[in-house]
T-cell receptor, first 113, second 113 residues
Framework: DTEVTQTPKHLVMGMTNKKSLKCEQH?????MYWYKQKAKKPPELMFV???????INESVPSRFSPECPNSSLLNLHLHALQPEDSALYLC????????????FGQGTRLTVV | AQSVTQLGSHVSVSEGALVLLRCNYS??????LFWYVQYPNQGLQLLLK??????LVKGINGFEAEFKKSETSFHLTKPSAHMSDAAEYFC???????????FGTGTRLQVFP
């Protein structure tokens, strides 16, 4: 199994809602990542978990809250988002860090209304 | 800090023509370099990576890239374009041991029949 699975594929939420994005991999990878991608732009790193511990937070607003319950799961909790947070949210995982191949999920298309 | 620059946000070729997508890097240490492809509404898929083992790197789907230290380049080529190659291509460099993957701004490849 060489897949990173993200759910849901699409999400529409209001600015007062609380929702969560989920990412799962069963490749035994030790690092997992959240990226945000706006239209026609490259992915921007948000968070990195290494061995289930948060190792990088790229000064992301607190309305985004990551969680790594175990080595296979990564969540992104969303609360009080703004319309400008609408984007494609990508999850990725690597076996030994970014110098090895990063496997990406298909992303969650988030629209904040 | 490491960075990559992709020259040309759009490249158009005819089916069967040579594909050349340009990437230049900036790094104070030997870099790890990658090319990723993204099809519409999809995640990213690794095409190939340079890890200093060989300067000419062969990847999937007939793509290859040559690392040229003297030119600080890592251009992506394919001898004969296929319609299915139409996508967004990202060059990326990993930032040392920080678990950061730095993406270029991307090049959209269009293939005409």
């Amino acid at each position: 199994d060489t897949e990173v699975t993200q759910t849901p594929k699409h999400l529409v939420m209001g600015m007062t809602n609380k929702k969560s994005l989920k990412c799962e991999q069963h490749m035994g990878h030790r690092a997992m990542y959240w990226y945000k991608q706006k239209a026609k732009k490259p992915p921007e790193l948000m968070f990195v978990y290494s061995y289930e511990k948060l190792s990088i937070n790229e000064s992301v607003p607190s309305r985004f809250s990551p969680e790594c319950p175990n080595s296979s799961l990564l969540n992104l909790h969303l609360h009080a988002l703004q319309p400008e947070d609408s984007a494609l949210y990508l999850c990725a995982s690597t076996t030994q860090g970014v110098n090895t191949e990063a496997f990406f999920g298909q992303g969650t298309r988030l629209t904040v209304v | 800090a490491q960075s990559v620059t992709q020259l040309g946000s759009h490249v158009s070729v005819s089916e069967g023509a040579l594909v050349l997508l340009r990437c230049n890097y900036s790094s104070s240490v030997p870099p790890y370099l990658f090319w990723y492809v993204q099809y519409p509404n999809q995640g990213l898929q690794l095409l190939l990576k340079y890890t200093s083992a060989a300067t000419l790197v062969k990847g999937i789907n007939g793509f290859e890239a040559e690392f040229k230290k003297s030119e600080t380049s890592f251009h992506l080529t394919k001898p004969s374009a296929h319609m299915s190659d139409a996508a967004e291509y990202f060059c990326a460099v990993s930032e040392g041991n920080t678990d950061k993957l730095i993406f270029g701004t991307g090049t959209r490849l269009q293939v005409f029949p």
